[in-house]
């Protein structure tokens, strides 16, 4: 009679059990954020070197400087425009008359103050990285100079894309 007694007892108890459970509902709302990528770097991903040293000739004058480069983004179907924010000029650092006008080139395309667009076939991104693109700085005209000394320029590039689409 014993065992019958604590059978009952024991289907009692997890009746009971069972009428206390509780149960809990949370709804989450999720959200992503996908950020703008646009870097200008090598195609290796690493930062480039921003001091560019241009080596002159007395033969054939100053040579053209060729970098590397590649572009890396997350929109494989916009518009990049790429221009100078100033004139690309060596000056003489004594005589700041003796100028020497310099040509900036990307992927064979010239870069101007008013900008130069690459569309999605000069680019031919893959898994966010263009093509590889030459970044070449040349002189403009006759590189055969008078004056020797040391010259200093600067080139400011500004890489802009549509994110519409991102």
């Known amino acids: ?7 009952a007892a024991l289907a009692f108890a997890c009746a009971t059990a069972s009428t206390q459970a ?3 509902i949370q709804d989450f709302n999720l959200t992503m954020n ?7 770097k090598t195609p290796a991903r690493k930062d480039l070197d921003k001091s560019v040293v241009m080596i002159y000739n007395v033969e054939t004058g100053l040579a053209s400087k060729s970098i590397t480069t590649a572009l890396f983004t997350n929109d494989t179907e ?4 790429v221009k100078l924010r ?19 080139e990307l992927g064979g395309k010239t870069i101007t103050k008013n900008g130069v667009d690459f569309t999605k ?46």
Not at 78 to 81: N, R
Request: charged share 15%; proline share 3%.
């Open 22 to 24: 509780a149960e809990v």
């Open 86 to 104: 100033n004139d690309v000029v060596l000056t003489h650092q004594t005589l700041s008359a003796e100028t020497i006008p310099l040509k900036i």
């Open 121 to 166: 076939g000069d680019l031919a991104v893959t898994q966010h990285k263009s093509k590889d693109l030459t970044l070449t700085f040349s002189p403009s005209s006759d590189s055969k100079f008078k004056h020797t000394g040391s010259y200093t320029g600067s080139a400011t590039l500004v890489f802009s894309q549509s994110t519409a689409k991102i």
């Open 34 to 40: 996908v950020p703008v990528l646009l870097e200008f």
């Open 78 to 81: 916009a518009v990049l425009t």
């Open 1 to 7: 009679m014993k065992v019958i007694h604590t059978v």
